[in-house]
């Protein structure tokens, strides 16, 4: 027989957890239509933070919540009454996990927008960082909940450990790209925005994973690298070039008087030293040519950048033009001379006609 004082018990834990829902639910909405409102007046980030980490309270672990308050005035048993806390704790820690994945990803995008103009080695770095704290948080609060549930974590964790060794073994391609990954971040061979060469490939890194590294080539294609192989490559970094080092070679032809080919070093020289950004290095009559008097010339420019170089080579080029023309010296363009050497007939006999 149902007695009142029972009906009355159930009630009343009906109304304490619909009301739990009801303040959870609506103060959640409340509480982050006012952070919304007083965000943008405000010049902290906390909270803009606030807001972000209360939108991921689920209205499931709301429902949870009340209902777990409710169950705390009836009379249930000792074994449906642990089950409850018990429930509730994982509910709890998995809303934990919601929120410190949120909270990681938030804190990682806002530190990467600060320091992506002043430090871009930062948004190599942080990625993978972030994943691994991410990685860490879920795995500490899935042995809390296996814990309270009274699963022994420490024989857990030494099976796992021996499972561990087998699973390595049978992806040892992905950890490989994935230690790789580790190794790009801290020892930093390039970082996102560098300028590399890789073997026969070339392009600008646009972003660097836990397996693959892609780069946009020139030609406007994304090549996807496996960590692993593009550590093993040689790589060629032209963002840390701090001199650009420049060496061509102009031709002159054999006949250029004697004279000019002695001042020519000299001309190149003027040249290049009228020019602030640039240091000469040498200018020098190399060598013989198949079809010109050759001369080899080095400088270095101090800005790094391809376009200053093309530059700076096109104005050189253009005077050493207009130095040649006043001077008469002319630039060699291949030639060939043909000499033909006409054997002598023999002579004909006064008899050779009769």
């Known amino acids: 027989m ?3 004082k029972d009906i009355s018990i159930w009630l009343y834990a009906g109304l304490i957890t619909v009301a739990v829902f009801l303040v959870g639910y609506y103060g959640k909405k409340i509480m982050v239509n006012r952070l919304r409102i007083s965000a943008p007046t405000t010049k902290t ?23 777990y308050a409710g169950s705390l005035v009836l009379p249930l048993s000792e074994d ?4 409850f806390g018990k429930l509730f704790v994982v509910a709890f820690l998995f809303q934990a996990a919601l929120i410190g994945n949120r909270a990681i990803a938030l804190a990682i995008k806002r530190y990467r927008q ?5 430090n871009i080695a930062a948004t190599t770095t942080l990625g993978s960082i972030g994943f691994v704290l991410q990685l860490l948080l879920w795995f500490s609060l899935l042995l ?7 699963i022994n974590i420490t024989t857990l964790i030494a099976g796992l450990g021996i499972g561990g060794i087998a699973v390595a073994l049978a992806v040892q391609n992905i950890l490989g790209d994935l230690f790789a990954s580790f190794s790009i971040v801290f020892d930093k061979p390039f970082v996102i925005g560098d ?33 692993a192989d593009l550590l093993q490559s040689r790589i060629r970094n032209f963002k840390r070039m701090q001199e650009r080092r420049v060496v061509f070679t102009i031709g002159v032809r054999y006949q250029t008087p004697h004279k000019k080919l002695q001042a020519l070093p000299g001309m190149i020289k003027e040249i290049i030293e009228e020019r602030s950004d640039v240091r000469f290095d040498r200018a020098h009559f190399k060598e013989y040519g198949a079809y010109s008097l050759n001369f080899e010339i080095v400088f270095w420019i101090m800005n790094p950048d391809y376009n200053v170089f093309m530059d700076i080579q096109q104005a050189i080029n253009l005077s050493l033009y207009e130095c040649f ?29 009769k």
Request: without cysteine.
């Open 144 to 150: 809390v909940a296996l814990d309270n549930f009274g």
């Open 114 to 118: 600060r320091k992506t103009e002043s």
């Open 80 to 83: 449906v009454s642990d089950l």
């Open 45 to 67: 980030d906390w909270d803009d933070l606030a807001g972000l980490l209360l939108e991921r309270i689920h209205d499931i672990f709301l429902l949870l919540l009340a209902l």
């Open 325 to 353: 023309e006043e001077n008469g010296i002319e630039f060699a363009y291949p030639t060939q001379k043909i000499i033909i050497e006409k054997d002598e007939l023999p002579s004909k006999s006064p008899n050779s006609f």
């Open 2 to 4: 149902i007695h009142l």
């Open 195 to 227: 300028f590399i060469i890789v073997g026969d490939f070339l392009g600008t890194v646009e972003y660097v994973g836990l397996k693959t590294t892609r780069i946009r080539s020139l030609s406007g294609e994304q090549l996807i690298f496996s960590n």
